[in-house]
Each structure stands twice: as C-alpha cells, then as structure tokens.
C-alpha cells in the first residue's frame, strides 16, 4: 500500500512507503536440521570435539599462534646455545685476549669449544679457559691446562689444570708470565662420542 501526501507548496506529491511487515522465517525441513554449517574453502570435521585427532589439532593450532605471536623460534637440535659467559669474565677484568684457539673434534667437523689465552698487565699472569660452544648448559667433561716454560730446558714443564663435568667452560687457570712464555692446552668430550685435544706447541717468542 502507497501512502500519498498532497504538499500545497509541491508540484508532485510525497509518497512513502507504508510499514513493511515482518516476514516470518521459515521453518527447515527435518532432514536439514542439525547439520552444521559449512564454509567455502573450508572442511568442518564431524568428530567428537573430544577425539584425539581433533584435540591434537587444537593443541597443535594453539602452540604455533602462541609461538609466532610472541616472536620466538623453536631451537632444533642442531642449533646451539650460545655461552652466556665470555672469557674475560672468567678470568679477570683486567684480562685481554692474546690468543683464540678453536677446540675442534678429531675429525675437525665439530667445533667443541674455544681455547683462550688471556693476560693482565695489571697482574702480570696469563689466564686460560675453555668455553664451551657444544652442549652449552650441559656437564660434559672438559679440561684447560696452562704450562709456564721453565728456566733450564732440562726441567718439565709444570702444568695447571682445571678439569671436570662443567656445564659452561673449564677454568681460570693462572700462570705467571708473558703469553709469549705461557702454553695452554684444552680437553673435551660430549655424550655422542666426539671428542677434541690441542696442546700449543712451543715458547715462539719467549726469551
């Protein structure tokens, strides 16, 4: 029905529209209730919300959005830690690096650990550490030995060492003296085998 009102003022008359009436939704037939709905592009599974597949589905949808969400990665076992703690800490302030040594496995393929020579000025002795950079976090055995040259060729070298199940790095080991004068050597053994040894040869340098 068309509602007409006459306006002096109008050459045309206003019309509107009259009340529309509610349409009365209609009910589905008994083969389509309970059937839920479905999205295009998208499968909806039919099983027990307590099933394991979908709980697994749940848990494993809820894990990766937390995980992106924050920013993180998921480490994988070939991935290392990295050491918290660096040589300088390990021995003194005062210490500066006079020689970097990689530890590497018998086979060279796995870098173990690192071998430094640090020495103070202040102190006048050299420091040496092993710090880890395989199983970082995990006592595995590894060992720093540090060897000052003695006055008369015939006399052993008397070695310093720190050895034992460390998680991090293996020493402080202190030796009076120049690095020139100074040996140092470093040890380590991880749970898969592989295992690494270096002895610096020689006193280059020392008077």
Request: glycine share 12%; charged share 20%; aromatic share 6%.
């Amino acid at each position: 029905m068309i509602v007409q009102y006459v306006d002096p003022g109008l050459a045309e008359p206003y019309i509107a529209p009259a009340q529309r009436t509610r349409r009365t939704a209609r009910p589905k037939p008994a083969g389509e209730r309970g059937k839920p709905p479905r999205c295009r592009g998208a499968r909806i599974s039919h099983g027990p919300v307590g099933s394991p597949r979908i709980m697994h589905r749940l848990r494993s949808t809820v894990i990766a959005t937390a995980t992106v969400a924050a920013g993180l990665v998921v480490p994988t076992g070939a991935q290392a830690a990295a050491n918290p703690y660096t040589a300088q800490q390990v021995c003194g302030s005062s210490y500066t690096l006079a020689q970097s040594i990689p530890l590497r496995s018998n086979d060279g393929k796995v870098l173990l650990g690192q071998i430094s020579l640090m020495y103070s000025l202040e102190t006048g002795k050299s420091c040496g550490v092993v710090m880890k950079t395989r199983q970082v976090g995990r006592a595995t055995h590894t060992s720093v030995t540090v060897g000052k040259k003695p006055k008369k060729a015939s006399q052993p070298v008397k070695w310093k060492e720190d050895a034992g199940p460390f998680k991090y790095y293996a020493g402080p080991v202190y030796a009076k003296g120049t690095p020139a004068c100074v040996r140092v050597g470093g040890y380590m053994h991880v749970p898969n085998g592989r295992e690494g040894i270096y002895v610096e040869p020689g006193w280059e340098g020392c008077p």
